[in-house]
């Protein structure tokens, strides 16, 4: 917490603030003051013009104060905002230049979370402490001077009185504490059982279980409940016992005073002041304990902040990176292994191939074979542990990311596309294409109907693209990677999405294309159908290349690929075209 | 986590006052605890605004002794103290401390009542939501989202528990501060109370001008935050596309933009609402001095006592929160209304009509149909007819395989057959019964599904298995977790059959979930079964063992199956050929492939043209 506070706070707009709040602190304990000079010498005396003129100064006083916390409400609102925003931007910044490893071993959803709701819990808290937490020990001390300078004798009723507050909130957090903390978990377990009957009706109504869902619920209802009564009583105690030991000090204050009073020692109007200086001593005491409330709950926020802005990238650029050959377009892999941190056995195992431009390469192989792994190495979302990959004759190591991401276009599995609209995220590889050029990418990957039934390209696009269908943004996606001018295009398991007539029209259409055709173009997939024209075939099964060579090749001699073959096509069913 | 999607939660409820005397009626058992309640405060607050007169004439007693004894100074008098009436003042002390301590001890039994009533009404509501839920048709899930569901379950039932524990008691302890300090006032001086009044149309001048103005600023700062949220969630989603197009300098760019307006937007909020804090006490310091210098005149001039001058300033300070403690309660309380009335309308929502009960025939080996379609039609919608005139015969045993390409709506015929949805016209016959005159509990004991999504509920892999049939034996479910190969995985895990599987579903994989669900399936041993195959979502060896165990449990059954393998498909006695939601055609696949229409399309476009074999 304090390590993002030195780091995105302006110090002079804290100092500011703090000069403000001090400002509003002394006119506020002020008044009480100089009420009571009205009743000593204004009143004891007889000196009206006394009375106005001490009135005058505390006009004066109340505007001056309104002024200082005016301008320490200012600082503190846009310093704890400023202090958010630049948190957040170098979160942001952190995260999306941060490499494919470092953002998994987060997680997105975390990530999220991380950069809007923690960002926010430390700005609320440091509204928090510009404000009341700077306040209170100001107040606290500043009463407490004054206290001391009205009566020295008097102020021994604080010896009572803070110990005595003090222990009795200490013990109202030791126990309310672990329960609030139980309490939340058991509103958890509350929400959780009622998501589950959300997201499982059907299964819960199919077996007839609903009264087993109800008796679940009906004991997270109780549970949170008997705890709820418990916690809330507890806390019930608090606003009046603390009540009752404010107006017990002043009580006091009024008995040992009088006492100071009769043997002149010490001046009527003193203790009208004084009380209102113990209320307002006892109250900041309390809110200085309320920092040991508020702060945790931001070190948690700025504890996970700080965790992301800590990760180390493992893929860096090389320090003198050369440029990429501006040659044929070529894909090398050349003994490649490849291990997920801390795994132990090697998810990618000795991957030898080549291709040139024109040619497709296809890998084929079951879920979690492999083979997104392995396409995840061409652009350096992650490193190979042994053996080199070239693009274009060039070690990927050797050119920077940039660079290499120039010359790579990829779609994935999961089809991303950002709200704006059709054109925008067309464009997104490519920030010059004119409108042919769109209308041709779209053409080739069979979407320009829809586009032009949703109306061209400045039809928007929601977020996530959600006001389209899967096929539908997994054809926009490819289009989008079509565009884009690049040596090797990469279709990972893009056209799973799509019904088998539109993925063998696209197939052709890609065949075709001049652009593509001027790269190498690697397609993973499951279906045999989608890789069966490709130059060569890959076949990949626990992280090894089992069989590499053409659909006739493998079919003849490769075990797992006949497997594959059989399992999608009814054996000795013969189908000829 | 979508919070920030500039979703505008309605703050104002449409009925307030029916809302209101609903929510009232909700407590209408604890009526009497909340006459305690309400009357512990009464007497609370009553003691509190007394004291401060009560103590003032302590010090009015300080006072004439001093002024005494001063004029016995003045008089040439030795004293050696001031001649002040200690037992007049301890006497005076006493009675305030009781007073004191008796209003603590009211203030705590009314907030243990009102909080246990509190905190009873939200268990009776969220008890009544949640068996509601299980009363309303399926469509009703399917037209509202779970996220908005949930938020009625959790965050408006947090409002009305908070607003009924603290708000009820804080509107009464308000008002009648307001309405008691004003008559302490006035008992004390008339023209003082005046003075004192002032406050009141000032605090009202503050409250309206930075009202408005802040909750203009803060509806600007939520969405500005939501808009910010929608950035980070999307490049966040796309990390290693914005990666890979080289985009992160612009999205970056972008980003800051978003970041700039937000910071303008919230600071602006922030300022102007945390305004109101430093005015009011400006309002309540010019209230102060006010009395203080006129006061003092008074006192001077003889016409009020200096102890009265002291509590009135007591009561000026207790004057002016309760203003701004009502400004704040009517917000609260809208916002509760709203949430009651978003929470009364799931509990309006129309039931299932659940009046059949007509008996099911013994299940019998003789060879009628199983599962009758007879002339059904179907819509969701009713201005788009999905299924019409649709007729079927599955005989025992026979298997019906349903095609289509993806978002075809192959899960209506699920629906249909588990009454999730009932038929529009028509009927659907199970063993000659219409299913929509026999109970659904009753009609789905007959049957068991075995679905793509692998819902588990938190809780033991055991307990999750024995959830097919309630009154399965424990050797029931072990063997029905072998049948379905599931039973080694789980005997590997730390805590076998006792493993609690949690939401995230992080301690076992997707494939083994789907085991799961076989088990359940087992265990249920249903005359029909409905599946949904699995797609290639796990690892090969897992698939491998789904498809065994979903075979074993087909085998003999009468099943629909939601297919994706040719093997499945070429099986099957029956063919439902599925497109846009339409029923396409149907057939087995001989005769589908012959009639040359959309199946022959379909199955022609995947397996003919690549000379494959």
Redesign the interface.
Known sequence: MMRLARKHLDWWAVVLAVGFMIIQVICDLSLPTLTSDIIDKGIAQNDIGYIWQTGGKMLLLSFIGVLGSAGNVYYAATQSQRMGQRIRTSLFKKVTFSSTEEFETVGNASLITRTTNDVVQIQNVMVQMLRMMLMAPIMLIGAGVLAYVKSPKLTLVFLVALPVLAIFTGTIMYFAVPLFKSLQKKIDRINLTFREGLTGVRVIRAFNQDKFEQDRFEGANQDYTQTGIKVFMIVSLMFPVITLIISGTNIGIVWYGGQLIASQSMAVGNLVAFMTYATQILISFMMVSMIFVFVPRAQASAARINEVMDLKSKINDADQPVSLADTQASLTFDHVNFRYTGAEELALANVNFNATAGQTVAIIGGTGSGKSTLVNLIPRLFDPESGQIRVNGTALTAVSQHDLHQAISITQQKAVLFSGTIRSNMVYGMPDATDSQIWHALDVAQASDFVKEEGGLDAVVEQDGDNFSGGQRQRLVIARTILKRASVYIFDDSFSALDFKTDSLLRQELRKDEQVQNGVTVIVAQRVSTVADADLILVIDGGKIVGQGTHEELKATNKTYQEILDSQLRKGDVVDA | ?R???GSVTKQRPQSFWGTTIRLFRYMGRWIPGIVIVLVFAAI?VILQIK?PKI?GK??TE??K???KG?AELKAGIPI???P?D?GK??QI?LV??IM??A???F??IQ??IM??IA??V??QL??DL??K??HLP?SY?DTHS?GD??SR??NDMDNI?GTL?QTLSQLVTSVLTFFGVLYMMLTISGWLTLVALLSVPLSLVVVMIVAPKSQRFFASQQKN?GL???T?????????????????QN??EQ??KH??K??RS???A??VS??I???M??VK??D???V??IG??Q??NGQVS?GNV?AF?QYTNQFSQPITQMANLTNTIQATIASAERVFAVLDEKEMDESADAALPAKTADAGNVIEFDNVAFQYDPKTPLIEDFNLKVKPGEMVAIVG???AGKTTIINLL?R?YDVGSGQIKYRGENTTSVS??EL??H???V?QDT?L???SIFDNIR????NASDEEVYAAAKAAHADTFIRQLPDGYDTVLN?AASNISQGQRQLLTIA?AFV?DPDVL?LDEAT?????RT?MLIQQAMERLLAGRTSFVVAH???TI?NAENIVVMNHGHIVETGNHDSLLAADGFYA??YN?????????
């Not at chain 2, 290639?536 to 090969?540: L, N």
């Not at chain 2, 995947?606 to 000379?611: L, R, V, W």
């Open positions: 986590m919070n920030g999607r609370a004291t103590l302590a010090t300080l006072f002794g001093v002024l001063q050696h103290s001031l002040v200690f003042i301890g002390l305030v401390g004191y301590a209003a603590a001890v203030n705590v907030q243990v909080n246990w905190q009873k939200v268990y969220r008890r949640k068996q839920m299980q399926i899930y779970n569901l949930m379950m959790a528990g524990q935050l910010l949220n929608d980070v969630e999307e490049t966040y989603a796309g990390h290693t596309v914005v990666k890979t197009f080289n985009q992160e999205t970056q980003f800051e970041n700039e937000y910071y919230a600071w602006k922030q300022f945390s305004l804090f430093p005015l006490n400006f310091n010019l102060y001095l006010a203080a210098v003092g005149i006192v001077a200096l002291q300033l390409p993806t978002g588990e999730f659904r509990p789905r004991k049957f068991a599904m679905l819902w509920f938190t809780g959830y097919g049939r309630e939401e359940r249920a409905i290639s979502s796990v690892d090969t698939e393998r040719l093997s070429q399309d379909l476009s995947q397996f003919a043209g690549n000379n494959l074999a």
